[in-house]
């Protein structure tokens, strides 16, 4: 397994504001994905995170609203940008530890975002 | 669209019973299946996965059933213990997507003493 870390751990935002939300992992992985949990409801993939490509995005969500950094194999920030109340949710990170189509996937605690 | 979702929404179990959690996914292209477990606070938890060339994996307390003749997968919970009340996901994932996780809707499960 890995070991998954999210910065911050939850935050109480203004709209309008933008919120940076850290991952770090402990060991290098190829392969990282950004998710959304809305309150009491499953997880919706954001992007994709892939160390030396740009992020990509599912439908419904944007590169201008969610813009996503990946400088390296250990590291990657997603950041929620001028945020509304729909924007409170819970985001994660999680990393694939194998190259492959298909791997198991680890999360990281998560970022409790409250945007009033 | 295609997507993964559970037949019961709270699952309420005796301590020491067995729980069963069902899942039904409709996309025939999945090949990968993943079984989370989320406390309350936490981000979710690996339990066990299992491919589609499986019916049947087993892990400590867990095993996981696939039928992909009716599209549905279960986990099963032996002597469910206070530990195990949590919310468990299902999660599809097809070979060409590379990674990309489709959840189901979640099942929270209570143990009562």
């Known amino acids: 397994s890995a070991v998954i870390s999210q910065k911050p751990s939850r935050d109480i935002c203004q709209r309008g504001t933008s919120l940076t939300i850290q991952c770090q992992v402990d060991?290098?992985?190829?392969?990282m994905f950004w998710y959304r949990q809305q309150p009491g409801q499953s997880l919706t993939l954001i992007a994709t995170?892939?160390?030396?490509?740009?992020?990509?995005?599912e439908s419904g969500f944007v590169i201008d609203k969610f813009p996503i950094s990946r400088p390296n194999l250990t590291f990657s920030t997603l950041t929620v940008s001028n945020m509304s109340p729909e924007d409170s949710s819970i985001y994660l990170c999680?990393?694939?530890?194998?190259?492959?189509?298909?791997?198991?996937?680890?999360f990281g605690p998560g970022t409790r975002l409250l945007v009033l | 669209g295609e997507s993964v979702g559970l037949h019961l929404p709270t699952l309420s179990v005796q301590e020491g019973d067995n729980s069963i959690i069902n899942c039904a996914y409709s996309?025939?292209?999945?090949?990968?299946f993943i079984w989370y477990k989320q406390e309350s606070g936490k981000g979710p938890q690996f339990i066990i996965d299992?491919?589609?060339?499986?019916d049947k994996r087993q892990g400590q307390r867990v095993t996981v059933l696939l039928n992909k003749t009716v599209k549905h997968l279960s986990l099963q919970i032996a002597a469910t213990q206070p530990g195990d009340s949590a919310v468990y996901f299902c999660?599809?994932?097809?070979?060409?997507?590379?990674?990309?996780?489709?959840f189901g809707a979640g099942t929270q499960v209570v143990v009562t003493p």
């Open positions: 995170a892939n160390q030396g490509s740009e992020a990509t995005y």
């Open positions: 999680s990393v694939q530890l194998s190259s492959g189509a298909r791997g198991t996937q680890y």
């Open positions: 299992i491919r589609s060339n499986m």
């Open positions: 999660a599809e994932n097809r070979g060409d997507s590379w990674g990309k996780l489709q």
């Open positions: 996309n025939s292209a999945s090949d990968y």
């Open positions: 060991s290098q992985v190829t392969m």
